[in-house]
């Protein structure tokens, strides 16, 4: 099986932006949705955003801590890669990230369950600091 891979990862000042990537196997021709994920010291793994892969993909959902501040997007729909701008960040921020897919489309807090996602990036770093 072949995993996500996640890239763009770094470090960024209080209202900077970063933008990280994710490259994932999965068939165009097939419903699959991607997620951003997030896991920072001491706490549990927390849903970031998430998008439908392939032609009648497209959905995009939010956390209510990055609405309005990070947008999920994909290449096209022929196209696995899928990335996550983030703007505006915030101290509260820094976490390492994890692109992850699953299956199926989703829809609202449906999409926010981590153990409804079967493939894991091995993550990378954000870290937003003066």
């Known amino acids: 099986q072949v995993l996500p891979v996640e890239s763009g990862g770094g470090v960024a000042q209080p209202g900077g932006s970063l933008r990280l990537s994710c490259v994932a196997s999965v068939r165009s021709d097939r419903s699959s949705t991607m997620g951003w994920f997030r896991q920072a010291p001491g706490k549990e793994r927390a849903f970031v955003a998430s998008i439908g892969l392939g032609w009648r993909g497209g959905n995009k959902y939010y956390a209510d801590s990055v609405k309005g501040r990070f947008t999920i997007s994909r290449e096209n729909a022929n196209n696995t890669t899928v990335y996550l701008q983030m703007n505006s960040l915030k101290p509260e921020d820094t976490a390492i990230y994890y692109c992850?897919?699953?299956?199926?489309?989703?829809?609202?807090?449906?999409?926010?369950?981590?153990?409804?996602?079967?493939?894991w990036g091995r993550g990378t770093q954000v870290t937003v600091s003066p």
């Open positions: 992850a897919t699953r299956g199926d489309y989703c829809s609202g807090y449906g999409c926010f369950r981590a153990t409804s996602y079967r493939s």
